[in-house]
């Protein structure tokens, strides 16, 4: 299985500003996503990251709020941007290996909680 | 569209005991995947168990076992000699490579007490 890990773990930002959440993969994958979960909640998908295009966004998520790069098959960044405290939220990066006996299982970061004040 | 419902949003188990956690879903795919995620505490996810849809035998886990009834649309999780470390939250998920992502259900939050 692929170990994610992201980084900050948890970060307290203030009304306006932005966080940058980055995420590695140990393994080469063919698709990562984002998602957000709201505490005790179960988990939202903000968008599918691809790699060398842009990302592919669900609905009530757009580019503008949560930019996403994802420059090569082992990495991917989301911004939340101009932060409000309806943002405080856990963010969770994911991927799936998409080959071999593992390609339809989904494996997840250790997520990053952001506190927007 | 793909719905994954979880119909016990909490349960408590004594340790050693069994449990047995409900999900139902609704689609109209035949090949398709389902899986039972834990998530503790820590917020980790874990991969518990997965079941492929063209399997009629159902998946097993050491203490964790599935009961996938096709027909009913049905996919529960059966927790053997429950262990304090058992305490999480377990989401159902779904997976289809036409959607080509994961729903997941709305949670159940296991306690396993003494």
């Known amino acids: 299985s692929a170990v994610i890990s992201q980084k900050p773990s948890r970060d307290i930002c203030q009304r306006g500003t932005s966080l940058t959440i980055q995420c590695q993969v140990d393994?080469?994958?063919?698709?990562m996503f984002w998602y957000r979960q709201q505490p005790g909640q179960s988990l939202t998908l903000i968008a599918t990251?691809?790699?060398?295009?842009?990302?592919?966004?669900e609905s009530g998520f757009v580019i503008d709020k949560f930019p996403i790069s994802r420059p090569n098959l082992t990495f991917s960044t989301l911004t939340v941007s101009n932060l409000s405290p309806e943002d405080s939220s856990i963010y969770l990066c994911?991927?799936?290996?998409?080959?071999?006996?593992?390609?339809?299982?989904?494996?997840f970061g250790p997520g990053t909680r952001l506190t927007v004040l | 569209a793909q719905t994954v419902t979880q119909s016990q949003p909490e349960m408590s188990v004594q340790e050693a005991e069994t449990v047995t956690l409900s999900c139902t879903y609704d689609?109209?795919?035949?090949?398709?995947?389902l899986f039972w995620y834990k998530q503790p505490p820590s917020r980790q996810m874990i991969l518990v168990i997965r079941?492929?849809?063209?399997?009629?035998q159902n998946a097993t886990e050491n203490r964790f076992s599935v009961n996938f009834q096709k027909a009913a649309k049905s996919f529960s999780l059966k927790i053997s000699d429950s262990q304090l470390g058992d305490t999480a939250m377990y989401f159902c998920?779904?997976?289809?490579?036409?959607?080509?992502?994961?729903?997941f259900g709305t949670g159940t939050r296991l306690q396993v007490t003494l």
């Open positions: 994911s991927a799936r290996a998409g080959a071999g006996r593992e390609r339809n299982e989904q494996f």
């Open positions: 393994s080469q994958v063919t698709m």
């Open positions: 990251a691809n790699q060398g295009s842009e990302a592919t966004y």
């Open positions: 689609t109209s795919e035949n090949n398709y995947y």
């Open positions: 079941q492929e849809a063209y399997k009629q």
């Open positions: 998920a779904f997976y289809t490579g036409t959607a080509s992502k994961l729903t």
